[in-house]
């Protein structure tokens, strides 16, 4: 079921810290572009990502999500699209965070996160 509430220090989904290998691919001109990050935490609404590349704000993007879970032998692959809608310095020198806002909300990621 979808957990959507406000009393979540403002936001529309409950985010959780969780790491995880995400891919993702964006057009540059004429050309696709792909770099990979690792989720900061996530919700069904969108991702906070750490990377050594940069996307600039307001580029569409769609992703791959490798989550693992408790009963899964291998990473399950979640896809969703958004745009980056932040981007900050990381705290490591030469790492940047981007928070990407979900296009539509990833209702698989759900049963992955904890209660």
């Known amino acids: 079921m979808l ?9 529309s989904f409950r985010r959780f ?3 995880f290998p995400v891919r993702l691919k964006f057009r540059v001109g004429l050309a696709t572009a792909e770099i990979d990050a690792v989720s900061q935490d996530l919700s069904v609404g ?3 990502l750490r990377s050594v590349e940069p996307v600039p704000t ?5 992703f791959v999500l490798s989550v693992h879970g408790k009963h899964s032998v291998r990473p399950i692959r979640l ?9 900050e310095s990381g705290e490591a020198e030469g ?6 806002k ?5 209702t698989q990621l759900e049963e992955f996160l904890p209660v």
Do not use: K
């Open 17 to 19: 810290r969780l790491e």
């Open 46 to 48: 969108g991702l906070l």
């Open 102 to 106: 979900c296009s539509a909300p990833v």
């Open 95 to 100: 790492t940047y965070v981007m928070a990407v």
């Open 3 to 11: 957990q959507q509430r406000q009393s979540w220090h403002g936001r």
């Open 79 to 87: 896809r969703g699209e958004g745009e980056i809608v932040r981007i």
């Open 58 to 62: 307001n580029t569409a993007v769609t």
